[in-house]
């Protein structure tokens, strides 16, 4: 069955919005219906199971990463085995589908950690069903610690509500909810430590994973996903910020020094120079915005807007808000595609502050101030975009838009699928100013297609694989071939 998909654009867009292109271009099809399993899972996922997790995890006091570990009541070790037993818990209604595991490694001392200290993540896997594509891992996180005012603060309460038991409850939730069914490709759900501390539990998984030759396909966080409310008493529980940029952290991979004394001091690195040379092919043909990450927060913010009408997803290009990080950026500065979910407005107030009360005001991060609707909603977001991903065949290779001659067609051509669920491929197009796409054109399982009426000179391509249902992979970019 071949299933048309339209990005966010009709054909009365076109014609009114884009009349260069509407004289020739086709018009495009209407939205593709809602898969009815992704549907019956976003309506599941559950505001009352949200507002549960977040309020167990702030009655453990503090979760700070050099917070106490032997209690059972109080501290990050009574956070992480309970969040490890509640994942094992779901895995056990599903007959052991979900493998649930800590993921430890030592850290310091470092300016934020005084002496070495045991960072733990919790990790739950449900592993593919696809002998190929379950090599293929959609990883998303929250991270569980919290602090205070003081970052070394270990002691003072940290109820961490908003930042980040609303992450954590969201990834707990959608991974005992898509435990009950089955993807081709893995999924992964973290819930990571020592992010207060500078980000050390997803730096550890993500150094590993790339020491290993994991391959991971994309990887979502979600941190400070709690309220819709800022500090002005602005409120919009219909909007949330999607950070999502690849090219800043290539830049920075690209033009980093070799490790001095390393034997590449003199010499660019393997992967350095695969990195320029990807930078230096898309960024002379126009394509700043079509790197791994960029294409990620598309289609989450497409997917997102089909199964919530009415909420607006903001894609900011940026890694994340301006000199700040978060959980995906040691993914993101690996080479990994990396975004980061966050509410639309901060509240500074209910954020690193000590829990008092401060001229009749009360500051810190309590569980009074989450809206566990508003998180039920990002959650949504998050669960739609990762299952439609993992039932996805992977993003064709070889993508090229042939050069060897003048002339106002684009033809474009890609390696043949190696996976047998590719029934065929898309077309994607926009214009350069644009954040999403405008267009597409669906083929059959073919490695050439010309389109004469679309000029390489108007518009930016991408292409996706599709299966035989129209599950679409993540858009690639097209570099170019002179023969």
């Not at 989450?300 to 997803?313: A, W």
């Not at 940026?318 to 690996?334: A, E, I, K, Q």
């Amino acid at each position: 069955m071949k299933i048309q998909i339209t990005a966010l654009a009709t054909a009365a867009f076109f014609a009114t919005t884009l009349p260069a292109l509407a004289q020739t271009a086709a018009p495009t099809a209407p939205r593709v219906p809602l898969h009815p399993d992704v549907a019956a899972l976003v309506a599941e996922i559950s505001p009352q199971r949200i507002e549960k997790t977040i309020r167990t995890l702030v009655a453990f006091g503090t979760r700070h990463t050099l917070s106490e570990t032997e209690s059972d009541a109080r501290g990050i070790g009574a956070a992480r085995r309970w969040i490890h037993r509640e994942l094992q818990a779901c895995s056990a209604a599903v007959g052991g589908r979900l493998q649930v595991a800590f993921d430890s490694h030592t850290v310091g001392p470092t300016a934020r950690i005084p002496k070495a200290v045991e960072v733990v993540n919790v990790v739950a896997t449900l592993p593919g069903t696809d002998a190929l594509a379950k090599e293929r891992h959609f990883i998303v996180s929250g991270h569980y610690d919290s602090r205070a005012s003081d970052v070394m603060d270990a002691t003072s309460d940290a109820p961490g509500a908003n930042d980040d038991a609303s992450g954590t409850a969201a990834v707990m939730e959608m991974a005992c909810l898509m435990a009950k069914r089955r993807y081709p490709a893995t999924l992964v759900f973290m819930a990571v430590a020592g992010e207060e501390q500078g980000l050390l539990g997803a730096d550890g998984y993500a150094a590993n994973a790339r020491r290993s030759g994991q391959r991971i396909d994309a990887m979502i966080t979600n941190d400070i996903i709690g309220s819709p409310v800022g500090d002005a008493g602005q409120k919009d529980a219909r909007q949330v910020r999607l950070f999502a940029d690849g090219l800043s952290p290539l830049l920075t991979m690209a033009l980093a020094p070799a490790p001095a004394g390393s034997a590449a001091a003199s010499a660019d690195t393997a992967q350095q120079v695969a990195v320029r040379e990807q930078l230096q092919n898309q960024v002379r043909t126009g394509g700043m915005s079509d790197f791994g990450a960029n294409q990620l927060g598309r289609h989450l913010k497409e997917v997102g807007e089909r199964y919530l009408p009415g909420f607006n997803i903001t894609l900011i290009q940026r890694p994340d808000r301006f000199l700040r990080g978060g959980d995906h950026l040691p993914f993101l500065n690996r080479g990994y595609a990396a975004v980061r979910f966050t509410e639309p407005f901060e509240n500074f107030m209910r954020q690193h502050q000590n829990v008092r009360v401060e001229g009749g005001v009360q500051v810190g991060d309590l569980l009074e101030f989450v809206d566990p609707a508003y998180i039920a909603d990002v959650a949504r977001i998050n669960a739609a975009g990762l299952a439609l991903l993992a039932m996805a065949p992977a993003t064709p290779t070889g993508l090229q838009v042939e050069t060897l001659a003048l002339g106002n067609e684009t033809t474009l051509r890609w390696a043949a699928a190696t996976d047998p669920r590719v029934a065929g491929f898309r077309v994607l197009w926009r214009e350069s100013a644009s954040p999403v796409w405008q267009g597409h054109r669906d083929f059959g399982k073919v490695q050439r297609v010309t389109l004469p009426d679309l000029s390489k000179d108007n518009v930016i391509f991408g292409v996706q694989a599709l299966d035989a249902d129209g599950n679409a992979s993540l858009a690639g970019y097209p570099l170019p071939a002179r023969r």
